[in-house]
């Protein structure tokens, strides 16, 4: 396909060295769908080694996760699932042109997505208030069980690098935004919003590993 | 076959072109914010370049210092940090990048006949990732340093002193970008292949960068999990890797050869993707065993990720545990010889010429088939047991990174140089050049496999006179190594002054690449190309025009 045709301005989002909008959109979910993959192993690293330590020290991976709310946590897998939700009527949306609808749904993902961060501000400031921190900050009084400090070195980790991508997600969603009210998006052309979805997924997905990880031992 | 001489050689486009990827655009920024994969591929090679002289350099205070036992003229500090500064950079800086970031960026498009890689921006980003990485490790090294070894083992690394935390951190800013360039090249291959270039018409070495790309992204991530989890523990002491805190130092093992065992393959596949491009053309004979040659690509890929146990059969690590890895390692040699047998047989009744790619070429099949073999041995368990951590070790590494990836970096460096910058270096100083590298790096290193069997332990700043003169000779070899080394920079320097004088095709070879100018446009092809032939076909006995219009 030579520039010409690209250049006649029918496919504006069309990169040039792609032939056909079909093309550009495959090219675009592999390369999604194998970051997805690297983000999974990113995890699991983590995943792994909290099994290795759980299994050295159980007792007292037990004893301080009695320290987390499950209520809490229950509200943020709760949020979090919904946000999926309004995320793929967005994806809906923009696939079916209309516009201001999608702009609603991805306003909406961003709010559950800031509750989301809001509870675990309330979490984190109640852990840090207890001396619940990681590492060599660990100060909790009274415990009975030696180790547990390793348990909110892993929590505060696996949370920390969970909430990270969220905020990433949050942005992104409000890039989304931006150009959807832009109108760079059609039923024709929407890899973006499309891309941004199976991220926000991912990440919605990993919260459910980690919710009965940490918060629901035995 | 051998009697088929007449090549099916490519129509030449008209040389040189005025306008190519070079000059279409000037200035800094013009090169700051391209997307050209060509100029990323160029600037790629420079900066792996200048971090192979750093490397280099540092590798020649080690030699010079080991030319005696006993004080130097650097301390035991100094020597601990200038060997870890030699491996971190050599391997995070140089050889991962250099055959896929370097010359896959520029050849592999060109290969597939397309105009780009499919996400042009990633691929800048990547480089802005390498160059930030890069930066944050340059940093470190000025700043405390760091005397670790390559492979920050803990407890140690989390508990010395100097700039490990900064060097951590570049290393895996350096990962994500090698994960982007995986990405970038896998979307590529399955989406951007010109029309008539399936899957079993693509050249060898796209088939292994493709291999490369998968453990790029498969591997990649946990070392970089396992590096931020040694910030961490550096940061906040969390316990995951220190047994004082009822951490574990063999998941680190575990963790960081999960990901660096496979990193070798990570350096080594590319090095295999140049060679069954340069074999084929200076022996003028098509590829024996395609198939076989993709296939044990994939296979080396997959069966990578099995053996990473076998860097840690005095860990105490179960002894099942190192039986299985030992005998998985025996396993991954099979895809490796299939690849060097089938190279053997490509040239065996060919007409071989000996320009510069193909002695480097040579070079690697000799080299690299020491350094497999020797793997072998020692993937051994009982005979690992007495070579490990000896210098025996070091010199197989070196046999397979050195003699394998760099010698077929070179091969590749000189096979594409004319199509990088349409400009031919000086064969003569060339082979010259490449004698000396031959002859130096066999000096320096098989001197060190006998070290290394006599007890010589690696990373030791001192050592008994008895090892004297072994050490002396292999020193030697390094200045051969450095002489040779300078003479190329030299004549490839040399070469980029004068006016542009490659023609689209200097080396009669078959690949799409060869059909586009010498440099080629920015576009890369004046139509899309048409795939009507196989990459190898040169035993062809009608003259087929490789490149037909399409598109029009």
Redesign the interface.
Known sequence: MSDQVVAAGHEPYLQHHFAKPEQQADASKIGMWLFLVTEILLFGGLFVGFALMQSRHPLAFLEAHKQLDKTLGFINTLVLLTSSFTMVMAVHSVRHDRRRQAIAFLALTLVFAGAFLGVKYIEYAHKFHEGLLPGRFYSHPGDTVPGQFMFFSFYFMMTGLHGFHIIAGMVLIAWLIRRTARGDFSAQYYTPVDLVGLYWHLVDMIWIYLFPLLYLIR | MADVLELPVAPNPPQPPRVHYLNQTRGIRSWLFTVDHKRIGVMYLASILFAFLLGGVFAMIVRLKLLTPGPSFITAETYNKIFTLHGAVMIFLFVIPSIPAALGNFVLPLMLG???????R?NLASLYLYWTGSLLALVAMVTGGIDTGWTFYTPYSTSTQGSVGLMVLGVFIIGFSS?FT???F???I???RAPGMTWWNMPLFVWSIYATSIIQ??A???L???L??LL??R??????FDPK????PV?FQH?FWFYSHPAVYIMILPGMAVISEVIPVFSRKTIFGYKAIAYSSMAIALVSFLVWGHHMFVSGQSQVASAVFSFLTFLVAIPSGVKVFNWLATMYKGSISFEAPMLYAISFLVLFSIGGLTGIILGTLPVDVHLHDTYFVVAHFHFVMMGGTVMAFLAGLHYWWPKMFGRMYSEKWARVSAALIFVGFNVTFLSQFVLGSKGMPRRYYNYLPQFQPLHVFSTFGSWMLALGFLIMAAYLAVSLRKPMDAPANPWGALGLEWTASSPPIT?NFE??PLVTHGPYDYSAPVQQPALQGA?R
């Not at chain 2, 940061?235 to 995951?240: C, E, P, Q, R």
């Open positions: 397309a105009k780009d890689v499919a996400f042009p990633l994960i995986g990405i970038n896998i979307a590529t399955h989406k951007l992204i498969v990649t991530p946990v970089g999990i396992t931020l989890l961490m523990e940061l906040f002491m969390v316990g995951i805190l009822g951490g574990d998941l963790f576009h139509q899309v598109g």
